[in-house]
T-cell receptor
Framework: QQPVQSPQAVILREGEDAVINCSSSKALYSVHWYRQKHGEAPVFLMILLKGGEQKGHDKISASFNEKKQQSSLYLTASQLSYSGTYFCGTEMTGTASKLTFGTGTRLQVTL | DVKVTQSSRYLVKRTGEKVFLECVQDMDHENMFWYRQDPGLGLRLIYF???????EKGDIPEGYSVSREKKERFSLILESASTNQTSMYLC????????????FGPGTRLTVT
């Protein structure tokens, strides 16, 4: 079952902040975040592991609430280059390497 | 830099044709994946492979098969293409085990008429 992402779309002015949420009904081992610009391949941003370890981007932060099986991606002081579709991919306990992706959040940053 | 390449960016096939989509990675990754991407549905896993000649079904394997004869190459096969298989197909690869990032290819947009 795909994780649920919210919001589906958001429009920001440059410099504003945004939060993208990802929620699963399954017990999670980790949450991955990817960004896909129009016409391009998805690119890795960050992994959040059970237990609190994070690996990834130095200008984007995220959290992982293991009890609620939820993750949030925090985009602060947004730049035009942040525009794209953001996907969370959830790795469930017992399914090593396999990710189930959400339906995506489309982010547009304007001047 | 990791490079994942796919044989075609655009492909047009007729209903009933056998279609091969090829993916090659140059980072010696054990894991390789095939996804399809449709508007509003995100990325959905078709098949993945964790070693040569090893494969596992993903979430939507119906109508597809795969082949992995060499570590660097993973092929997706549509035995008899149908119009509902018109989609963007993305290949990805990663190191084995838990929690390694996946590297994606540029995608193949397949249209079945």
């Amino acid at each position: 079952q795909q994780p649920v992402q919210s919001p589906q779309a958001v429009i920001l002015r440059e410099g504003e902040d945004a939060v993208i949420n990802c929620s699963s009904s399954k017990a999670l081992y980790s949450v991955h975040w990817y960004r896909q610009k129009h016409g391009e391949a998805p690119v890795f941003l960050m992994i959040l592991l059970k237990g609190g370890e994070q690996k990834g981007h130095d200008k984007i932060s995220a959290s992982f609430n293991e009890k609620k099986q939820q993750s949030s991606l925090y985009l602060t002081a947004s730049q035009l280059s942040y525009s794209g579709t953001y996907f969370c991919g959830t790795e469930m306990t017992g399914t090593a390497s396999k990710l189930t992706f959400g339906t995506g959040t489309r982010l547009q940053v304007t001047l | 830099d990791v490079k994942v390449t796919q044989s075609s960016r655009y492909l047009v096939k007729r209903t009933g044709e056998k279609v091969f989509l090829e993916c090659v990675q140059d980072m010696d990754h054990e894991n390789m994946f095939w996804y399809r991407q449709d508007p509003g549905l995100g990325l959905r896993l078709i098949y993945f492979s964790y070693d040569v000649k090893m494969k596992e079904k993903g979430d939507i394997p119906e109508g597809y098969s795969v082949s992995r004869e060499k570590k660097e190459r993973f092929s997706l096969i549509l035995e008899s293409a149908s119009t509902n298989q018109t989609s963007m197909y993305l290949c990805a690869s990663s190191f084995p085990g838990r929690s390694y990032e996946q590297y994606f290819g540029p995608g193949t947009r397949l249209t079945v008429t």
